[in-house]
């Protein structure tokens, strides 16, 4: 079932709280992750981790659900030796898990914000309890994430945007196709990749957000952010701009960067703030994540938070309370 608003008009009314990390999530509820699908692979292997990682975050009080599609590419798919078509129904999975969980969570049964805030569950036919409100977001990560190699921290593929346009379009016009809320272009670490899937997403009927992954103050490939933001000002259909995938701290200035550049809402979730080993293939450092940031950044223009990478559903509940308080 899908919301009786849209995405924007919630925006509009005011914040609106984001999943955290599906891997990590993933990886919690016990699933290996270390094939070069990343969590794609459970779309073919087991579904029903992906809806409960998914269902996690709904009854944490996230109200957009992120598809396990970021790593999910015709490319990679088929040298796991799918077929096309296979690949499509796959694709089309992500969006469907997405969608099912307003059955598991059930009415009453997420700490979302009421209609006032923007977030969180309305109330049901003739005052009856509340009734689930969960937007899908169709993830599309970075050409990077196929490679599967770390190439979306640096972005500089030797791609040119038309080349990375027809990487991008078959998986973009067949999640169109599924039918989601709202595309999530995310972790773009360069701005000409950005370009190409502004091109690919342009008149495809579904609205974007466009989400940068950032490092003091810059792309990820070195480029101004300023400039990366300017990109979507004036297109309609980029409801929201930003961050994800970058520390907590370079969240804060990317927010009011990004929202007096566009005069849009923006969106912003980064990682916990530990650093990803790629030697030792783990976590080094300490968590920075902190829910009560969420108030400059809405202070700064962010309409939709929540976490990336290592933020889990605690953390979730913990910024959507926050949200709460805000709303009350």
Not at 5 to 31: F, H, I, K, M
Not at 37 to 65: C, E, F, K, M, T
Not at 86 to 110: F, H, I, K, T
């Amino acid at each position: 079932m899908r919301p009786a608003r849209t995405l924007a008009a919630a925006l509009a009314e005011g914040p609106v709280v984001l999943d955290g990390g599906l891997s990590n999530q993933l990886e919690s509820q016990g699933c290996d992750l270390s094939d070069e699908l990343w969590s794609a692979r459970l779309l073919a292997d087991d579904p029903r981790q992906i809806q409960a990682a998914h269902a996690a975050y709904a009854r944490a009080g996230a109200q957009v659900l992120t598809t396990a599609g970021y790593q999910a590419t015709f490319e990679g798919f088929a040298r796991r030796g799918l077929s096309h078509g296979e690949a499509v129904r796959l694709l089309a999975r992500s969006v469907e898990l997405a969608r099912g969980v307003e059955e598991l969570v059930g009415p009453g049964d997420s700490g979302g914000v009421g209609e006032s805030g923007g977030v969180g569950r309305g109330r049901g036919e003739e005052g009856g309890p509340p009734t689930p409100e969960l937007w899908v977001a169709a993830s599309v990560g970075p050409y990077g994430a196929f490679l599967a190699d770390g190439s979306e921290y640096r972005g500089r593929y030797g791609l040119s945007v038309r080349e990375l346009e027809r990487f991008h379009r078959p998986r973009i016009e067949t999640l169109v196709a599924a039918e989601p809320d709202v595309l999530a272009l995310e972790t773009v670490p360069d701005a000409d990749e950005a370009e190409a899937l502004l091109r690919v997403v342009e008149g495809c009927g579904v609205p974007v957000w466009l989400s940068y992954s950032i490092e003091g103050g810059r792309t990820r490939a070195g480029q101004d952010l300023a400039s990366a933001f300017a990109l979507v000002a004036g297109l309609d259909q980029v409801i929201a701009v930003g961050v994800n995938c970058c520390t907590p701290a370079d969240a804060d200035r990317a927010v009011p960067l990004a929202a007096s550049v566009t005069g849009k809402p923006v969106v912003v979730y980064p990682n916990s703030g530990e650093r990803w080993d790629a030697e030792g293939r783990r976590w080094a450092g300490g968590a920075t994540f902190d829910a009560g940031r969420v108030g400059e950044w809405v202070a700064a223009g962010a309409r939709l938070v929540g976490g990336c990478c290592r933020v889990g559903p605690a953390e979730i509940a913990q910024l959507a309370a926050r949200v709460r308080g805000r709303a009350a």
